[in-house]
């Protein structure tokens, strides 16, 4: 059974930082891309990063967390990291993990998803 289990959501002020887990169970995670998402209040899904299978080895961002938001994966653990810096009060949302338990990262569909984490930035 595939599951998805976000954590490390909380409050931070301005320019601090966390770092989200993704633990996965049901698959093996290094062979199937992780999908990050985020939703604010009021405002519709949308795709922040994602990183493909171990073999394929690419990260992307979207062009609003580039720079500050870094990918990785602890294979061991079957968990995918988010960590994030430099906050801002925009980054506020639900966070979520998801995979379509493809390789890479083109897919438009999730098909697993976790239940979220939420991420406050406030000071």
């Known amino acids: 059974q595939v599951q998805l289990v976000e954590s490390g959501g909380g409050l931070v002020q301005p320019g601090g930082s966390l770092r989200l887990s993704c633990a996965a169970s049901?698959?093996?995670?290094?062979?199937?891309?992780i999908h990050w998402f985020r939703q604010a209040p009021g405002k519709e899904r949308e795709g922040v990063s994602c990183?493909?299978?171990?073999?394929?080895?690419?990260?992307y961002y979207a062009h609003s967390v580039k720079d500050r938001f870094t990918l990785s994966r602890d294979n061991a653990r079957n968990t995918v990291y988010l960590q994030m810096n430099s906050l801002k009060p925009e980054d506020t949302a639900d966070y979520y993990c998801a995979t379509d338990l493809h390789p890479d990262c083109s897919g438009q569909h999730m098909d697993y998803w976790g239940k979220g984490t939420l991420v406050t930035v406030s000071s």
């Open positions: 049901g698959f093996t995670l290094d062979n199937y891309a």
């Open positions: 990183i493909t299978s171990t073999s394929d080895g690419a990260k």
